[in-house]
């Protein structure tokens, strides 16, 4: 029975001292904060200040409702209170010992909060703090909690206040930015595989009859969509002409995606290229069983081969006209069933794919790439050596 009356007892003294601790708490009042570039209404900031006041258990907190009456008297309370004199004379006007103000802007990519407690006896600030957070706007009540308690002194949770901290990035210079270059190229490729098949067969057999190396002059754009002092990506788009100086004209048009490193601009690039070309069904004389070096038949010269050579074998006529024998019927590598560069064909689409590694030199606002190059198509390609020059034409600051 001792115990239980003891026990009562001090939970009675304990609570007794609880209550005599609020009751001379000091007194305090929010007034509506300025708000800039945020959502937030400042009535409802205010009641977030409020509430986390309330649950710090430091002060007697006055309510919207407890300030209704000085708030009537004078409008300049409630929308345009933020300097000290005001504070105090609102202070005044509710009889506590502080109120409290702040400032909430959205700069950038960052919430800024400053809030300061006027004491109103000795008309001074009692406290004030400022702290940068992350802009994240719907977490903006633990921004509160987290800069009032390191005001008065209260631990923060390490993880609460890790998330919402504001991360300064390293800085990026303004001379490194997103930029435009546009500039001539010209170079020289050597084809390997089918192509140069192609350009060194015979024009009687629907080659062209030229060296295995052209010209190509063309113009680059050039566009970066990431832009750092140590790294860019590049968008490029190169229109090329080829072998105008041995009487072709082969157009190609290249879109590459590009890395560049480094202040010393190495760089490499890759994507599809399209370009035309003539072809035509035909088959190689890979068994030389109708002459000799290897000859290209199309279905019209094999028509006309076999024309020649069969029209009066009476096997291959068929109500008095001759019907051309399937060239399968002397080889079975023979069919016409694929399609070869012949310049006496019918025009196609031919794609590729490029690969390019260079580097570009630079002297002032002028650049020099210079890029060794692989195109690969089927059954072939060409390899190559690009020059060109271009002007830096325009630039925006990557910070936009």
């Known amino acids: 029975m001792k ?3 003891k026990l009562f007892l001090l939970v009675s003294v304990i609570y ?7 009751d001379n708490a000091p007194t305090i009042a929010v007034a509506n904060p300025n708000v800039n570039s945020l959502t937030q209404k400042p009535a409802i900031l205010a009641k977030m200040i409020r509430l986390e006041l309330i649950k710090m258990g430091k002060y007697k907190v006055y309510d919207e409702f407890d300030m209704a009456d ?4 004078n409008p300049e309370y409630t929308t345009d209170c933020y300097g000290q004199n005001c504070l105090v004379k609102l202070g005044k006007e509710l009889n506590v010992d502080y109120v409290l103000c702040g400032s909430f802007d959205g700069l950038g990519n960052k919430i800024a909060l400053t809030l ?4 109103v006896k000795n008309k001074t600030i009692f406290k004030s703090s400022v702290k940068e957070f992350d802009n994240q706007e719907l977490e903006v009540q633990r921004m509160i909690e987290i800069l009032l308690k390191e005001m008065h002194g209260v631990e923060v949770p390490k993880d609460i206040n890790d998330r919402l901290a504001f991360k300064n990035e390293l800085i990026t210079s303004n ?4 930029i435009n270059n546009s500039g001539p190229r010209i170079g020289v490729a050597y084809l390997l595989g089918s192509m140069n098949e192609f350009a060194t067969r015979p024009e009687s057999q629907g080659g062209l009859d030229i060296f295995p190396a052209v010209s190509m002059i063309g113009y680059q754009i050039e566009g970066q969509y990431v832009g750092t002092e140590n790294f860019s990506a590049l968008v490029e788009g190169i229109f090329n002409v080829s072998g105008l100086e041995q009487g072709q004209f082969i157009p190609s048009i290249t879109i590459m995606n590009g890395f560049r490193f ?3 601009g190495w760089e490499f690039a890759f994507g599809p290229g399209f370009s035309v070309k003539k072809t035509s069904n035909g088959f190689f ?4 069983k109708f002459g000799t070096d290897n000859r290209y038949f199309s279905s019209g010269d094999w028509y006309q081969y076999a024309s020649d050579t069969y029209g009066n074998d009476p096997q291959y006529l068929v109500n008095g006209y001759f019907t051309a024998p399937e060239p399968s019927k002397f080889s079975s590598q023979y069919n016409f069933d694929q399609k070869f560069g012949d310049a006496r064909g019918s025009m196609r689409i031919s794609t590729m794919f490029v690969f390019a590694f260079g580097r570009t030199f630079r002297a002032g606002a002028l650049n020099i790439p210079v890029n060794l190059f692989y195109s690969s198509q089927k059954n072939g ?3 190559g050596i690009n020059v060109g020059f271009n002007v830096q034409k325009s630039k925006r600051t990557i910070n936009n």
């Open 3 to 5: 115990t239980k009356i």
């Open 16 to 22: 007794s001292t609880q209550l005599f601790a609020q």
């Open 70 to 73: 000085a708030l009537k008297t």
């Open 116 to 119: 300061k407690i006027v004491d």
């Open 175 to 178: 001379n490194i930015g997103k």
């Open 262 to 264: 480094g202040s010393s």
């Open 285 to 288: 004389d890979t068994e030389n």
């Open 381 to 383: 390609g060409m390899a």
